[in-house]
């Protein structure tokens, strides 16, 4: 069973991420923040992380910095979910090494293409 | 007292100065050297023996005339401003370093006029130094009591090896540097420093006669009434002896411009133009200081002293017949610091003047060419410091030989009649600018000539036939030709008298034949740079008109035998940077030419450095109608140049107010982008939430029930969210823009906040937050209702927000100030960190530590309050100093 974290401080957000991802059977874990995300990702080595960029205390950027000089964590792919949609800040996601970038508000069964794709 | 104790001491002394000397020089850059202090201190170098003896020595036999020396210069002082700024200023521009420089300078850089200066100035000074040196010998022998003291051997005489060691001196500190227009720090700040030991010993002995001697003033003046001479000293003797007043005054007033010594303190070693107002009201306080004592002092010696004495020398007999050997030693060594102060600078001086104005132009030139730049500055030292042995050699000499007769005052009145010789030539050359160099040359020799004639001359013919015969028939016999009654003026003193005649003549000659004559181009050219110097100020070197053929390696080689490769490399390439010049430039110019000039001024002189320049420079002659016309047109260039600068500024202030609007629309930009992004993210939140939650609607069918209406529920959430953020931000940029209308009326103030807490008063209960409001007295105030119950249902709801379940407390008061009502709403929630305390009012801020998963609320509830209360011309903020919780504050005028 894949493992798919979701690290977003939007409650409503989540609880549909939440319940698409656990009917098509990943084991999901929930992050309010970056260090919370840290902290589940160094516990939980997930295959996919789904991050938001402003979020409260460590934010996306910080958080995707900290995954990726993690070796435990080499194989996890990040996908960036934010509302920042202007060419410069997508540039400058996939410059720090997310695997893909989509921008707020995206469609469901977008994200669930794309996470798919990624995984295989 | 002991003859070598005397001497030890004196060499202590003499070791001391020149320890502050070697210190000064050291410390050149130090503010104990470089102040208005020194500077003034310095021009007290004017108050040579003649002032510390002899001014008793005269007030004693009549009486206050001896003020006539320090009257000039105090009458001249108001004139400093204009005078000595300007001559400070041109001697600057033009590297003067002597008094001959500048005057010759002023008539076209003229070689014999400079000479000319000198041999004036060292015909008037020696003597005067001779005499300096005497009242050296005299108080040594009071002082050690050799009253038969009459040595023919110089090999016994003190006051030769005395003269030898303020010859090493002045030679030691005088010439460490070729460049003669620079400054002496150490020589400046000893002449400082003997300055004050001569005026503190003079008003201690001055004080000791006056009050421990006699019962004070008073007591001097009664006893000294009684005497038979005191009518005569005290009175003033009508008409004559106002003439003989006015043109000793006069004297004075030239001699403190025009002494050597006084050109090179007040000149030369200045350092900023500013210390001239500081020298404007301390120097003539000093001369007060120094002229206090000196009547009661010559009386105090009337009265006491019997016999045939040296009145001059009261000061030291006074203490020496109480028995107070020790005072009489301060007196004696006040008077020797005048004497040195005055033999170092005059000799300093002139030997500047020997050698750049005599030696160097006339006989050393083709020398120079042929030397490299080390062994041609050993010349020009070597040659200033055997010109200051010979002067300081002559001087004793003299000393030996005339000066014995002569008094302290009739000698350097000489001096000063023949100094002031000069005077014509320097004062109108400053303000008028036909005065030519052959007016300035025959005025002068005329001038000199008749003072010799009627002052020096009676004395030496006197001295040599043993009687009066000439003074009393005149030349040949010729009543007209009387010295000291000339064309039969014969109511003023010899000195006075003297003045009168050589000054007419002087004068005369001078302004005739300038009138007559029109002088070269050169001198033309130098005239308009000095009278109109404030016009070329700017312009510099670029005001001397010259034409003709130069190389500039013809040039730099010249300077390079005299001030090194290094120096020359350096001072060209700084006049390339000033006057925009390319190094590739082959030919010289008239600003290089005069520049070169300048740059050798200090080392040789100008007359010499005109001269080596022009000697490897092909000079055309220019006519005097093309020199009047370049200056005309430099004028011209000044005005377009001032003009241009005028419009540059301009320009410059124009362009800085663009880029500081410019800026302010870059940051408004920026904040509005920021604003704007600050939107679409919050929008964008509760857009994609609805967007996800209706898709896993759409797609999934056989979702529990419960969940299914949870995700609605989410919907209708972020909908209300979405439609209150939408309604916030028209209302914040309503606000903004000051497009909203209020409906201000009178109101109670406690009703209005009763309406806002009823607002959130279930969900407080909810919370178990309990609100307090007390009510008082009413208050009114004029204020839009609804806009005032949005800001407290803000501050409520955000206090309600940090506060905790169960224990919350939230309290809302009210105070009535002079003009305002102030409305605080605190809570006893974690109150407001520190670093936000700057950002709460910003807009979309919002905090890190609220006590909930997800802040409520889009971020614009303060930013909207504080608009709200701004409309209303009030004031929100928060207590800073409140340590319980939260505090935040509003008024609202009444």
């Known amino acids: 069973m894949k493992k798919i974290l979701i690290v977003d401080d939007e409650p409503n957000i989540v609880m549909s991420l939440e319940y698409t991802f656990k009917k098509k059977s990943f084991e999901v874990f929930i992050a309010r923040d970056g260090s919370e995300a840290l902290q589940i990702a160094e516990e939980e080595i997930p295959d996919i992380v789904l991050l938001d960029i402003m979020m409260p205390n460590v934010d996306g950027y910080e958080t995707l910095k900290e995954i990726k000089n993690n070796k435990n964590l080499k194989d996890t792919k990040v996908v960036f979910l934010s509302a920042k949609n202007k060419a410069t800040d997508i540039e400058k996601g996939l410059s720090m090494g997310a695997d893909k970038y989509l921008t707020k508000p995206f469609s469901v069964k977008k994200l669930v293409a794309e996470i798919n794709e990624l995984l295989n | 007292m002991n003859n070598y104790l005397l001497i030890s001491i004196i060499i202590v002394y003499l070791t001391f100065l020149f320890l502050v000397a070697f210190w000064a020089e050291k410390n050149s850059k130090s503010k104990w050297v470089n102040n208005p202090y020194i500077y003034v201190l310095s021009l007290a170098v004017y108050c040579s023996a003649w ?92 002082i050690t009591d050799e009253t038969s003291y009459n040595s ?14 303020l010859a090493i001196f002045v030679a030691f500190f005088g010439t460490q540097a070729a460049d003669a227009s620079q400054h002496r720090k150490g020589i400046m700040t000893t002449v400082a420093v003997e300055s004050i030991m001569k005026l503190v010993f003079f008003l201690v002995i001055g004080i000791y006669i006056t009050f421990f001697m006699f019962d004070g003033t008073k ?130 001086a002139l030997s500047t003047m020997v050698s750049n104005n005599l030696i160097i132009p006339y006989g050393f030139l083709d020398k120079f060419l042929k030397g490299d ?16 042995f010979t002067l300081i050699i002559a001087a004793y000499f003299f000393y030996i030989n005339f000066s014995y007769e002569l008094s302290l005052y009739s000698i350097g009145l000489i001096s000063f009649a023949v100094i002031a010789q000069l005077a014509p030539s320097f004062f109108m050359g400053l303000f008028w600018n036909r005065g030519s160099a052959k007016a300035v040359k025959i005025g002068m020799i005329v001038g000199v000539f008749i003072v010799i004639y009627t002052l020096i001359l009676p004395l030496i013919v006197t001295v040599l036939a043993g009687n009066d015969l000439f003074v009393e028939n005149g030349l040949f016999g010729i009543k007209l030709l009387k010295p000291y009654a000339l064309f039969g003026l014969d109511f003023l003193g010899p000195e006075a008298h003297s003045f009168f005649w050589s000054m007419f003549f002087n004068t005369l000659s001078f302004l005739i034949i300038s009138l007559l004559s029109k002088g070269n181009y050169r001198e033309r050219n130098y005239a308009e740079m000095f009278v109109n110097s404030s016009n070329y100020a700017n312009l510099q070197d670029g005001a001397f008109v010259w034409k003709g053929e130069a190389f500039i390696s013809d040039i730099r080689n010249m300077l390079n035998r005299f001030l090194g490769e290094e120096r020359t490399e350096k001072a060209l390439n700084l006049f390339y940077l000033k006057y925009g010049i390319s190094k590739d430039e082959e030919m010289a110019d008239a600003r290089l030419i005069k520049f070169s000039e300048k740059l050798l001024t200090g080392t040789i002189g100008s007359a010499s450095a005109r001269i080596l320049i022009g000697s490897v420079a092909k000079e055309e ?39 500081t609007a410019n800026e302010e629309l870059l940051e408004q930009d920026r904040i509005k982008d920021e604003f704007l992004d600050t939107i679409a ?121 940090f506060s905790d379940e169960k224990t919350g407390k939230i309290k809302v008061q009210v105070r009535q100030k002079r003009q305002t009502v102030e409305i605080i709403v605190e809570d006893n929630g974690k109150g407001i960190p520190k670093e936000e305390m700057n950002y709460i009012f910003d807009k979309f801020y919002q905090s890190k530590y609220q006590n909930i998963k997800k802040p409520v609320g889009s971020g614009l509830g303060l930013a909207i309050s504080k608009k709200i209360v701004e409309s209303h011309n009030g004031k929100i903020w928060v207590d800073k100093k409140y340590k319980e919780g939260a505090r935040f504050l509003f008024t609202i005028p009444k």
């Open chain 2, 373 to 388: 730049p080390e062994q041609n500055e050993k010349y020009i030292k070597n040659i200033r410091r055997i010109s200051i």
């Open chain 2, 621 to 659: 002659p220019v006519s005097l109608l093309e020199v009047l016309k370049i200056l005309e047109e430099s004028k011209e260039t000044i005005a377009v140049n001032k003009a241009l600068q005028e419009k540059s500024e301009e320009l410059t202030r124009l362009t800085e107010k663009l880029k």
């Open chain 2, 51 to 142: 002032t510390y003896y002899g001014s008793v020595g005269i007030a004693s036999q009549s009486g206050i005339s001896f003020l006539t020396i320090y009257l000039g210069p105090v009458i001249s002082i108001p004139l400093w401003i204009l005078v000595m700024r300007r001559v400070i200023r041109i001697s600057k521009q033009h590297k003067v370093s002597s008094i001959a420089d500048f005057i010759s300078l002023r008539y076209g850089n003229n070689r014999f006029l400079g000479a000319l200066v000198t041999i004036i100035c060292v015909f008037a000074i020696v003597p005067y130094i001779s005499l300096q040196l005497k009242a050296i010998s005299e108080t040594f022998e009071i």
């Open chain 2, 681 to 801: 993210h919050e929008l964008k939140t509760p857009v994609t939430s609805i967007k996800a939650a209706s898709e896993v609607l759409t797609d999934d069918d056989d979702m529990p029930e419960d969940l299914k209406s949870k995700f609605l529920e989410n919907i209708v959430t972020d909908s209300d969210r979405l439609t209150r953020l939408i309604h916030n931000i028209l209302d914040l940029e309503k606000l903004s823009k000051g497009q909203e209308h209020l409906e201000m009326e009178p109101r109670e103030i406690h009703k209005t906040i009763d309406k806002a807490i009823h607002g959130i008063e279930q969900i407080a209960k909810n919370k178990g937050v309990e609100l307090i409001h007390n009510h008082g007295y009413q208050i009114q105030a004029n204020y839009d209702e609804d806009r005032i119950i949005q800001v407290l249902t803000n501050l409520l709801s955000n206090a309600l927000k």
């Open chain 2, 152 to 165: 023919t051997l110089i090999v016994d005489d003190s006051t030769f090896y005395i003269a030898v060691l």
């Open chain 2, 219 to 348: 007591d001097i003046y009664d006893q000294a009434s009684a005497l038979g001479s005191f009518e005569k000293i005290t009175s003033f003797n009508g008409l004559e002896s106002g003439f003989n007043w006015m043109f000793t005054i006069m004297l004075s007033f030239f001699a403190i411009f025009l002494l050597p010594r006084q050109f090179h303190v007040a000149v030369v070693e200045n350092d900023r133009e500013r210390y001239l107002k500081k020298a404007i009201w301390m120097f003539p306080l000093y001369l007060l200081l120094f002229n206090i004592f000196v009547i009661f002092i010559a009386w105090a010696g009337n009265l006491s002293i019997s016999g045939e004495v040296n009145h001059d020398y009261y000061t030291l007999l006074l203490p020496l017949q109480n028995g107070n050997i020790i005072l009489a030693l301060l007196v004696f060594l006040g008077g020797f610091s005048a004497v040195i102060s005055m033999v170092v600078v005059s000799t300093l």
